[in-house]
């Protein structure tokens, strides 16, 4: 873990040097209280250079805690940064896969948390453990020389605290786990409650979710409970030694003033030092607990970071023709087979409708198409190159996908609609007003500079979707790729749209995810998908003669077919 | 009503002080006998812990001097026997104000939480969902280091402090009194400076929230940033939000810290004073060195703990600004409250519509004076363009939101004036936007269903196949145990709203509103839906949102919605002429 610290060596170096100069001084202070209690008592005292020295040295000391102070806000922030950088910067190269896979709530624990131990651990371990241990050192060196005999027994309490804390901090770390574990599972029971909140109020349910809170809660409570009582020694187990200790120095020290062989200024100055050797002690302990949290976090962070990119090799630049061929590709989630063996041809320039029940494979099939998502096997080639081969900026622009699910930026409604960059004014109110978004766009008060929200919730079912189908569209695709994208919008405005598109996009290659053979009729390709296979393809006519599947889906749609334009 | 919660009104600075202060007594009115028992031992620990310098010095001034060993260790053993004494009541402190702490934390935390359940769909529409989740996760956290760490010992150390006071003050007045005019000091600066500290903490906090906003935004809609090659755009914003992340977190973190170094120089300075003005003293005759160590323990012992305070002190201040955040959820209001029902119709329509309006909270008014009724046991369908008004009429009924004008009317009674679970247990409402907890396909179709929560599978199959939900259950792989997520693909949007489906028809509900709840399921398992609402009870009222036109043939009536005005079509054929020809606005 000390490795993140390499490229900010010189900001640790004079974190370090700030600190082990504030500390030092630090320790000049007893020095002098003691030599002016032994110089007063020789009768040479001087209040000047008391207070001199004292103001010289306290001075130092604040200059050098805030440089201490200021520097390791800086060096901790920096780390923290480029870390969160670092981290999405690799996310965003990482394929859409992986981002299901590693689960986007975890991600963002990685970014947030984890790497606020990792800035917690910077900014307040490596400067206090260096400086601790050279504090206890120091002080150590110190008494040793104004007395040994009297040092040695005061400098036993530091391997006994030590030991404390090593005893209970390791019993602590299992409880520490589960407190995280537990905080995970509180914040998902609240992050539903909250992603869920329409359907909870609809079904009045939120005595419920305060259940399932409390649960969590109750036991969150039960495992701070557990850690204080096991922090509740800690504590008075360090003081009660370190006053064993000034025990002994009374007892001990006492004895030697009493034998002449000790001054009572440095009889003093032991107190003080006392004072002094405690602190770093408990620092370090602390410290340690700091350390742990933030080489736990770090784990999870190369997790991350150590993840293989899947790197986009492709180089060809050509422009697509829109000739799709499907080969033999099949795709499984976890165990279960999504799509298994599926081959056909889109031909260029043509409309092909992929038909079928619920959880058919339909919208992933789109996604292999789209190239977010790879087959466990077979291959799909684009103009008769696998699609991989191509460059994945040219590649891009050519393709504009529908997904079912509307996602709206919280941007204006300009920079969602040319959400991949360079659009043009006119590409944009060409798409606008393929996707009959016109009149809606004149209703805003600041039309296309309207800031729309998060999660679209000013925006209704439908306005998203043909937000979503400019948005494709802006990019003057070669193929268009849509996924049930009418499921929302209305009968007329659906005919008007599609028309709209073979007007104003005429050279298109379509391939359309739809429940609505109505509207694919016309289309030269239509493919019936069901469970992951093809049941059948062709033309309308061809499929009502030749497959019954086809039949009975169209026949569960013809009882209005006769008011169809 | 604004339920923005970045847009919340600041109060007047002492009025929030005092609720702040109201609020935090309210949760600890309970641990009041608990808190007695704390100070008690805080006071006692305080009391043996100071005794000792002084004890010391005496021993030193007495024994030391005269160089009687045997009184040297005749208080050493005295010293031990108040350090057991001392050590027990530490521990007990430790414990009990632990405890307190904890158990308010897990009260502020209760409280958040269902002061959350409380408000409307309103407030959950006003806000972020990012913003929100690191309020509550976030900010409790900051809270929570402050109960569980932090708030012990600032108790602690303020009682040490105080009790070194006196003793400095009682030992010799005048040479403590000036060994206190440092800490004057200090108050006047950490008076002066804190609101300004506590400014760049809430800007920092704030910085976090929108941080976390951001990276839920761009990974929720991860596809969309890969399909349309914008993994910049991930990267410029995040970018962004760092760098101000960063920036807020320099600003308070230096301000933070300019506590520490301030209080220890005006340490040392009250060292030096005692010092000066001891050595002074003692010449004088007024003062002897016995005390005057002691004197000096004492000065450590009121400024040491001042020190530890200074890291405390901007623990309290983040832990105050998080606070302030969580504070303006809890001040909220739910604004649809029962009210006392006024009309009381006779022979009422199951639903009805009388003159309303509805204007959302940007001034967008959706629907005109509406007035349609709904009878029992009848099948409505609702169509027209987006954004014409349907969802919201919809949510209206299950009273989402409160009409602007007007009123809604349920059996002839204002809804507003239905108990909340009395009108959802009547009110079905399959939601545009299925939902799934995390959890197995049974958890979520039995979800908020009470009478069926103990049915045991074979049970529960039973009852499944008589509803006809059978065929539906059949299209997950392990039926009722099939685990299902929030997030994710790991089942199609046809599946969530196959789920949401049962789980509203197995409540039995006595209106039951699709919301073009079926819009992404195939047309022969959405026939099969149909065929199960029919079997629905006959008193049962449906009301259907749908483009789909062969999902609104059954319809007794189908309503025409656009631009926030309603027109009964007479027929379908009539309804689809509207479709085709109507003018729109949408």
Known sequence: MFSILKPYKIWIIGLVIAALVGNGVNLVLPKIIASTIDSYNAGNYSLKTLVISFLVASSLIFIFTYLQSILQTYASEKVAKDLRAKISDKISQQSYSYVLKANPSKLLTNLTSDVDSIKMFVSQAVATIISSFFVIIAISVIIIHLNWKLALPILAIIPIIGGTFFFVLGKVKVQFKRSRENIDRLNRTINESIMGSSLIRVINSQSIEFEKFLTVNTSARDIGMAILRMFAWLIPIIVFVSNIAVIVILALGGHFVVQGSMSVGDFAAFYSYLALLIFPILMIGFMSNIIAQASASYRRISEVLNAPVIVAEGKDESTLTGKIEIQEVSLNYGDKPVLKNVSFVVGAKSHTAIIGPTAAGKSQLLYLLSNIIKPASGKILFDGKSIDTYDCNTFYKQIGIVFQDSVIFNLSLRENIAFSGEASEEAIQKAIETAELKEFVDTLPAKLDTVVSERGSNLSGGQKQRIMLARALVLEPKILLLDDFTARIDRKTENKILCNIENNYPHITIVSVTQKIASIKHFEKIVLLMEGEIIAEGTHKELLETCPEYVQVYNSQRSTSHYEL | ?586
């Open chain 2, 1 to 586: 009503m604004n339920y923005n919660l970045n847009k919340q009104k600041e109060e007047g600075k002492n009025a929030s002080t005092f609720s702040s202060l109201k609020m935090f007594l309210a949760l600890i009115k309970e641990e009041k006998k608990t808190l007695w028992f704390a100070f008690f031992f805080i006071i006692l620990n305080a009391f043996l812990s100071l005794f000792g310098p002084y004890f010391i010095a005496h021993t030193i001034d007495t024994y030391v001097a005269a160089k009687n060993y045997h009184g040297i260790m005749l208080n050493a053993l005295i010293l031990l026997a108040i350090y057991i004494v001392a050590f027990g009541a530490n521990y007990l402190q430790m414990i009990l104000m632990g405890g307190v702490g904890q158990r308010m934390l897990f009260s502020l935390r209760n409280a958040v939480f269902n002061k959350l359940q409380s408000l409307p769909v309103d407030f959950f529409h006003q806000n972020k969902a990012g913003d929100l989740i690191s309020r509550i996760n976030n900010d409790t956290d900051k809270l929570n280091i402050f109960f569980s760490q932090s708030l012990m010992q600032f108790i602690g150390n303020i009682i040490t402090m105080l009790g070194s006071a006196i003793f400095l003050l009682t030992l010799n007045f005048p040479l403590g009194l000036a060994a206190l005019v440092p800490a004057v000091l200090i108050w006047i600066f950490t008076k002066s400076t804190s609101p300004w500290v506590k400014r760049r903490n809430a800007l920092n906090l704030k910085s976090v929230g929108a941080l976390s906003g951001e990276v839920q935004e761009s990974l929720d809609n991860y596809k969309v940033i890969v399909a349309f090659n914008r993994r910049d755009y991930f990267r410029k914003k995040f970018e962004e939000a760092n760098e101000d992340n960063y920036k807020t977190s320099v600003d308070a973190g230096i301000s933070n810290n300019i506590y520490l170094p301030v209080y220890s120089f005006a340490a040392n300075i009250g060292q030096l004073i005692v010092l000066g003005l001891g050595i002074y003293l003692i010449t004088k005759g007024a003062f002897t060195i016995g005390l005057l160590i002691g004197f000096i323990a004492y000065v450590n012992n009121f400024y040491f703990p001042l020190r530890h305070l200074a890291g405390l002190w901007a623990n309290f201040q983040v832990a105050m600004a998080g606070w302030d955040r969580i504070r303006k959820i809890l001040n909220l209001e739910n604004n649809l409250t029962v009210v006392e029902n006024k009309v009381q119709e006779e022979n009422p329509a199951y639903i009805e519509f009388r003159d309303v309006s509805f204007t959302y909270p940007n001034g967008k008014e959706v629907l005109h004076h509406i007035n349609i009724k709904l009878e029992r046991g009848k099948t409505y369908a609702f169509v027209g363009p987006t954004g014409g008004g349907k969802t919201t009429m919809a949510s209206l009924i299950a009273r989402l939101y409160d009409t602007s004008k007007g009123h809604v009317l349920l059996e002839g009674r204002d809804i507003r004036s239905f108990e909340a679970d009395e009108r959802t247990r009547k009110i079905g409402f399959i939601l545009q936007e299925p939902f799934l907890f995390s959890g197995t396909v049974r958890e979520n179709i039995l979800y908020g269903n009470e009478n069926l929560q103990a049915y045991t599978n074979g049970q529960l199959a039973k009852l499944i196949h008589e509803s006809g939900l059978e065929t539906l259950l059949g299209r997950f792989e392990q039926g009722l145990d099939t685990q299902v997520f929030t997030t994710g693909d790991s089942i199609s949007l046809g599946q969530k709203q196959l789920i949401a489906f049962m789980r509203a028809v197995l409540r039995k509900p006595e209106l039951i509103i699709l919301d073009e709840a079926t819009a992404n399921i195939d047309t022969i398992t959405e026939k099969l839906l149909s065929d199960i609402l029919l079997k629905l009870p006959a008193s049962t009222t449906r009301v259907v949102i749908a483009h789909r036109l062969n999902t609104i043939e059954n319809a007794d009536e189908i309503f025409f919605v656009n631009s926030g005005k309603v027109t009964p079509a007479g027929s379908l054929e009539d309804a689809v002429n509207m479709l085709l020809h109507g003018k729109r606005a949408s």
